[in-house]
């Protein structure tokens, strides 16, 4: 629905809404917040909180442009936070000063999990709903993206910048060394092995960036959750751990260093692999560039994991800045905003149709669109469940812990990592 269309019907409806506030003894003649207001008659500003930079950035403006040339009384002021823990401290820093939230913001359910305990953020249900202003028939987002935006099963976010993981290899290396693409967690373990020692050590098989993200993932596809009833001694979890513990104590696999991600030393040609997000892409497309032929391949698991942001909605937005608010969020959903922000910002779209499209898959800039599919074919998300962002981060730290000591019993790191845990999960 585009706001600018309908003058004469929002006149009335303002008109309707005035006589009728003078008859309830109401002078205001405004919506009450827990209702949905269809028209918009007046002028709205909204303000959206984000860690959108470079590319991604200019990609956001633009559609954000775009939104308001179409509707000519919402302004959108875009408010960059600078990175994803700058804008979480900033959220939890201004919880307990509602009036100075924002309409709107970037962030993972798992950081509003007590907001939406206390209500402070608005259920978007009623508004997809509504017969106005709802989707109606506008494609609808992708379940599994759609259902990692919920908080206690109550639709509080829609998806935005989307991504998942996959894997990249050296095109070159693998030839040479008469290697396959992985298709599963065996084959990447004995391409990486062979590497390893046909290379006489000198180059490294595999390894993965985020070690939270791998544990979760492997654990998913031995059908176990990461909730407070995970059992980090299971049988499941000890087998997860050592997959890629005994790689690095073998040399055939190796962690990412102190900047966190893998894409440096697989454009040096230290690694042969790596298993990374897709919004990464970019830096590898320019860290490779004249160097070898990289290429692209679905995580070789079949279960896979769904990250990146959702937008949500404080309760502390007028009426009228819900409205605008959905509208916007409605509007960068839409098929052709979301072919737009993908190919500019290399994360996934949110809608099949584009993921399916010629047009995405066949993307000259990009390797990510051709894979995608496969890629995706089972997403699931971490469980949002209270303190279940600060206990998924100390998994990163367990992991990271369990394997720069692959000198020292695993058993007991692994024992000995428990209650550390354990204090995550009950802070």
């Given at each position: ?219 998913k596809n031995k059908d176990v959750a990461i909730t407070k009833d995970l059992d980090l001694e299971s049988k499941e979890s000890k087998e997860v751990i050592s997959y890629y513990a005994d790689g690095v104590q073998d040399g055939y696999f190796r962690i990412a260093g102190s900047d966190g991600y893998l894409s440096g030393p697989f454009a040096n040609e230290q690694v042969a692999m790596f298993v990374g997000s897709i919004a990464g892409e970019g830096f590898v497309k320019q860290d490779t560039e004249g160097k070898f032929e990289y290429g692209v391949a679905a995580r070789p698991e079949p279960i896979n994991l769904q990250q990146g942001t959702d937008i949500y909605m404080f309760d502390s937005a007028s009426a009228e800045q819900r409205t605008a608010a959905f509208l ?100």
């Open positions: 629905m585009k706001i600018n269309k309908l003058a004469t019907t929002l006149f009335v409806a303002a008109t309707a809404l005035v006589l009728g506030a003078c008859g309830s003894g109401n002078d205001k003649g405004t919506a009450s917040n827990d209702e949905v207001l269809t028209e918009l008659p007046e002028e709205t500003t909204i303000t959206f909180w984000h860690a959108m930079n470079g590319a991604q950035e200019e990609a956001l403006k633009k559609i954000t442009e775009d939104f308001m040339a179409e509707n000519k009384n919402v302004t959108v002021e875009l408010q960059n936070q600078s990175s994803y823990p700058d804008l979480q401290a900033k959220i939890n820093s201004t919880l307990p000063s509602p009036k100075n939230l924002p309409t709107i913001t970037q962030a993972y359910p798992g950081w509003l999990w007590n907001a939406a305990q206390d209500e402070m953020i608005v259920d978007l249900q009623p508004y997809i709903d509504d017969e106005t202003i709802g989707w109606g028939d506008q494609e609808a987002i992708t379940e599994s993206l759609l259902n990692g935006a919920k908080i206690n099963d109550t639709q509080y976010g829609i998806p935005f910048n989307k991504s998942t993981e996959m894997l990249y290899y050296n095109a070159d290396m693998l030839a040479e060394y008469d290697v396959e693409v992985p298709t599963t967690m065996e084959e990447l373990k004995d391409a990486s092995e062979k590497i390893y020692k046909e290379s006489n050590g000198k180059v490294v098989g595999a390894g993965f960036d985020s070690l939270n993200n791998y544990y979760a993932i492997g654990m916007f969020m409605k509007f960068l959903s839409e098929p052709e905003n979301q072919l737009y922000w993908a190919t500019e910002t290399g994360y996934m779209p949110t809608v099949e149709s584009v993921v399916n499209s010629d047009e995405y898959k066949n993307s000259t800039d990009t390797k990510v669109p051709a894979h995608l599919e496969e890629a995706t074919t089972e997403l699931f998300s971490i469980p949002v469940e209270e303190n279940a962002d600060p206990a998924y981060n100390e998994i990163r730290s367990i992991m990271e812990n369990i394997l720069s000591n692959t000198d020292k019993d695993r058993d007991e790191l692994i024992k000995n990592s428990v209650p550390q845990l354990e204090d995550a999960w009950n802070q």
